[in-house]
Nanobody, 115 residues
């Protein structure tokens, strides 16, 4: 059984920074992809950023240049540093672990950006 636990969300003002963390536990293969997705009220869940176990990254255009995804393979933890947050970044942020064709999701952490 794989579990993902996110942390680091909160309420911030526009222009501020946040660092989200997601720790995975359980039976995890070393070759995998971890990532962050977000879902705003009334909208679909969208990609924010992903990182493979070898360090290859992919970012949504909306966060490119303002966000950095990283991971610690020894701790099975992925991080998302978000800078210059804007109100449009308000959403529930979900961590995802993909191993082969199986996706595991965290419970989500709320990020609210006020103007």
């Amino acid at each position: 059984q794989v579990q993902l636990v996110e942390s680091g969300g909160g309420l911030v003002q526009a222009g501020a920074s946040l660092r989200l963390s997601c720790a995975a536990s359980g039976s995890i293969r070393s070759i995998n992809t971890m990532g962050w997705y977000r879902q705003a009220p009334g909208k679909e869940r969208d990609l924010v950023a992903t990182i493979s176990s070898l360090g290859s990254t992919n970012y949504a255009d909306s966060v490119k240049g303002r966000s950095t995804i990283s991971r610690d393979n020894a701790k099975n933890t992925v991080y998302l540093q978000m800078d210059n947050l804007q109100t449009v970044d308000t959403a529930v942020y979900y961590c995802k672990l993909r191993v082969r064709m199986t996706n595991y999701w965290g419970q989500g952490t709320q990020v609210t950006v006020s103007s």
